[in-house]
């Protein structure tokens, strides 16, 4: 049974269904839009505050509102609809039907150096869009940022925001964002723009390589400190980002690079190769089916064959279509390696290449009832890569 907050209707036109999630400003809702026959997602805000006058409040909230509703942009979350209903503000949204970056970490670990650029690319596109509307967001983190089913990224809950002009949208002394994507200049009470949102990209994209922010402490007077007069130290892990987050992270936001200086480094960085020990090479098309019986024996076999040219135990990689091949290096460069993995050839469905390190081998599988095995191999990883250029 749902609880009685569910299924209420907001101004005749929006259902709620399901409590997405809930902070300091407000509760987040799956709705459905009964004009419109669609799902929308619905912020309701809690407004009022210590020092503020709600009216004053909901001033400030309704002409931030409409300042970003009027942000059109594939990165930057779509605003519907505003609506003051039982003295609470309501804003309806888009609903973005996957996971945030926060959780995406929390599954798979950090990204690679050219991966975490892919999503800075677009987070600093959606960031151009909102300040040239006269916004800025203040609260730039994975946590707020959710990634759609084909893999592009969109900046949300602008319900913190501010105007550009420096009017805040919280009570009266209030410090809004996340302590360690806060920039310097806001804890010294400095003017605020551009450049703060870009201090949290930088945080954001260090999360999204190293796993943990430069900032982390145990308590968060002590998160706050070192964000504001400790040195910077980027993880090594960040690899071909760490100029760029160094610079981005600048207590000084003069010296912090403007959005085009820093997509100019990130288009540089994702467009190499992800810069990891080994290099992946991805598999070209071929259309889902039911595993077949021989994986279960015919993997760890060709480990155990692979184990005696120095590689290691292989698992089945599957995919999507048309992606790229791994490149050899130059004749006189350390043998390209891969990560262990089993592919399917692109012109024969009954035969899989294996990869180990800097090995591979060719299994052929008959398609009778009983099938019979061929294993050829292994040869040196840069003979497959000589063939594919």
């Known amino acids: ?21 809930s902070g300091g ?31 004053a409040q909901l001033r400030r909230v309704l002409r931030e509102a409409r300042t970003i509703a009027r942000v059109s942009h594939p990165n930057v979350v779509d ?6 209903f039982e003295n609470r503000l309501w804003i309806v949204m888009e609903l973005v039907d996957g996971p945030s970056l926060a959780h995406h970490l929390a599954s798979v670990g950090p990204m690679s150096p050219s991966q975490a650029a892919g999503v800075g690319l677009q987070l600093l596109d959606a960031l151009e869009a909102v300040h040239a509307v006269g916004a800025l967001h203040r609260d730039v983190k994975p946590a707020n940022v959710l990634l759609r089913r084909d ?16 009017e805040p949208l919280t009570t009266a002394g209030g410090l809004v964002g996340s302590f360690e994507f806060i920039a310097p200049e806001r804890l010294h009470g400095q003017p605020v723009g551009p450049p703060s949102d870009l201090f949290s990209v930088g945080t954001t994209l260090c999360v999204l390589v190293s796993g943990r922010s430069p900032f982390v402490r145990p308590e968060p007077a002590a998160v706050l400190h070192a964000v504001a007069n400790e040195r910077r130290e980027i993880p090594e892990s960040t690899g071909s980002l ?13 010296k912090r690079p403007s959005i085009a200086e820093a997509a100019h480094a990130l288009r540089s960085v994702h467009a190499l190769e992800p810069d990891t020990p080994q290099k992946t090479l991805r598999a070209p098309t071929i259309h889902p089916r039911r595993p077949r019986r021989w994986i279960r024996w015919a993997v760890p076999l060709i480990a155990a064959l692979l184990l005696t040219a120095g590689g290691a ?29 089993v592919m399917q050839t ?11 390190g ?9 398609d009778g009832q009983h099938a019979d095995k061929r294993i050829l191999g292994p040869r040196p990883l840069a003979n497959w890569a000589s063939n594919f250029q």
Request: proline share 7%; net charge negative.
């Open 1 to 21: 049974m749902l609880p009685s907050d569910e299924q209420r209707l907001i101004a005749g036109r929006y259902l709620l269904t399901e409590r997405l999630g």
């Open 242 to 254: 760490q100029p760029l987050i160094e610079s981005l992270l600048h207590k000084d936001p003069s």
């Open 151 to 166: 893999g592009s990224v969109v900046l949300c809950d602008f319900g913190i925001a501010a105007l550009a002009d420096g």
């Open 313 to 341: 135990t292989a698992f089945l990689v599957r995919h999507g279509p048309n992606q790229s091949r791994g490149e050899p290096g130059p004749a006189h460069a350390k043998q390209p390696s891969v990560n262990d993995a």
């Open 25 to 55: 400003m407000g509760t987040v809702w799956r709705a459905t839009d009964r004009l419109l026959e669609r799902t929308v997602a619905v912020k309701e805000l809690l407004l009022g505050g210590e020092g503020e006058e709600p009216a």
């Open 346 to 356: 692109p012109d024969d469905r009954n035969q899989y290449w294996v990869f180990s």
């Open 79 to 84: 605003i519907y609809d505003l609506v003051d």
């Open 358 to 366: 800097d090995q591979y081998v060719l299994i052929e599988v008959s």
